[in-house]
């Protein structure tokens, strides 16, 4: 008889323990989603983690890349150079000036040229004592002599305002120039090293009313990209502030 009636209450007994199964069970999702959700947070915090690292190590990557060249720049020219990075631009109308991170205490002084790893970058006209202004050779008041790669033809190098293009001062039409030529700093002055690369050719134009030619040139140097620069000092500027720094130590 007790296995007969546990047999027909089984049915019940079911029923009755359902809702606690069903609760069971609910609970066990409930707790499972809940889980995946803080592991998939967890996750998506840390693929933007890595992605910021990322991110650094490009930009670090890239940097790096931008100081090598510098390096590689300073093995074109003989005299002594100190790396200098761009605080600013200096926001004055028809001027291109920056500003960089190196001044007075680093032994900068006004007229010394500053290039980047492509080619000639502008001159210190301004020091303070921990910062320096370079106003850049494409600004309309900078001007440096200049020859021909190809023949040693010498000219100036003005500036005309606009950063992708310098102007040949004076050309004669009969002068041997062409487009594509390779202008580098002749060193007529002292002031800019010889042989620095400044600009190609980019056009010639003859007029025939006119005893001159116009010749624009394409700056070589990123004059709108470039972060790190290079200021050369002169060999008696090298030797003075290797004095300096040597009294300093002693």
Known sequence: M?????TLLSPLQVIAEAPYLLGDE???V???RDSLQGRNAALERRVL???QVSQQFLALKQENERLRELLGSQARISADVLIAELLGVVPTVNTHQVIIDKGAQAGVAVGQAVIDAEGLFGQIV???????RV??????SHAVPVQVNRNGLRSIAGGTG?????????VPVTADI?????LESSGLGGRFPVGYPVGHVSSLIIDATSPYAIVTVRPAAQLDRSRHVLIVFAADEAAAESSVKSSEVQ
């Open 2 to 6: 007790r296995a007969v009636i546990g």
């Open 126 to 132: 301004e020091v303070d004592q921990y910062t320096s």
């Open 26 to 28: 609910v609970g066990e």
């Open 49 to 51: 983690e890595l992605s």
């Open 178 to 182: 062409r487009e594509g030529d390779l």
């Open 30 to 32: 409930i707790a499972t």
């Open 162 to 170: 606009r950063r992708d293009q310098l102007e040949l001062e004076n």
């Open 135 to 140: 106003l850049q050779i494409t600004d309309v």
